[in-house]
């Protein structure tokens, strides 16, 4: 990946505890759930365009979360057209993790 001042790019990253990787290998309703529990950390993904959620797993011992953020694609461009005629639309929208609590915010 080409290095940018001030960014770093790759498939994942663990901030603060939380493991954040795309999500591109990945995919159904319960996806983030499931790769929250195999990471056994709190885990945020992106690229599963039709979902978006916050999830919380409790032990007894620790509470995680899984977070899917939906995306941010333009579903009119021509590289989505393949998706023209699916019933389930993307969910355009970011995540916030503030003092350890993510937040879906939808854009329309």
Same mark, same amino acid.
């Given at each position: 990946?080409?290095?940018?001042?001030?960014?770093?790019?790759?498939?994942?990253?663990?901030?603060?505890?939380?493991?954040?990787?795309? %999500?591109?290998?990945? =995919?159904?309703?319960?996806?983030? &759930?499931?790769?929250?529990? @195999? /990471?056994?950390?709190?885990?945020?993904? %992106?690229?599963?365009? =039709?979902?978006?959620?916050?999830? &919380?797993?409790?032990?007894? @011992? /620790?509470?995680?979360?899984?977070?899917?953020?939906?995306?941010?694609?333009?579903?009119?461009?021509?590289?989505?057209?393949?998706?023209?005629?699916?019933?389930?639309?993307?969910?355009?929208?970011?995540?916030?993790?503030?003092?350890?609590?993510?937040?879906?915010?939808?854009?329309?």
């Amino acid at each position: 990946f080409p290095v940018t001042i001030g960014w770093s790019w790759g498939d994942e990253f663990i901030i603060d505890g939380i493991k954040f990787e795309h %999500g591109d290998v990945y =995919s159904g309703k319960t996806a983030t &759930y499931r790769t929250t529990l @195999e /990471n056994m950390r709190s885990t945020v993904m %992106g690229h599963l365009h =039709s979902i978006a959620s916050v999830e &919380y797993i409790n032990n007894g @011992e /620790n509470q995680i979360f899984a977070f899917n953020v939906g995306c941010l694609i333009d579903a009119k461009a021509y590289a989505f057209q393949y998706a023209s005629r699916m019933k389930k639309k993307p969910i355009l929208g970011v995540g916030i993790i503030e003092k350890g609590v993510p937040n879906f915010i939808p854009l329309r």
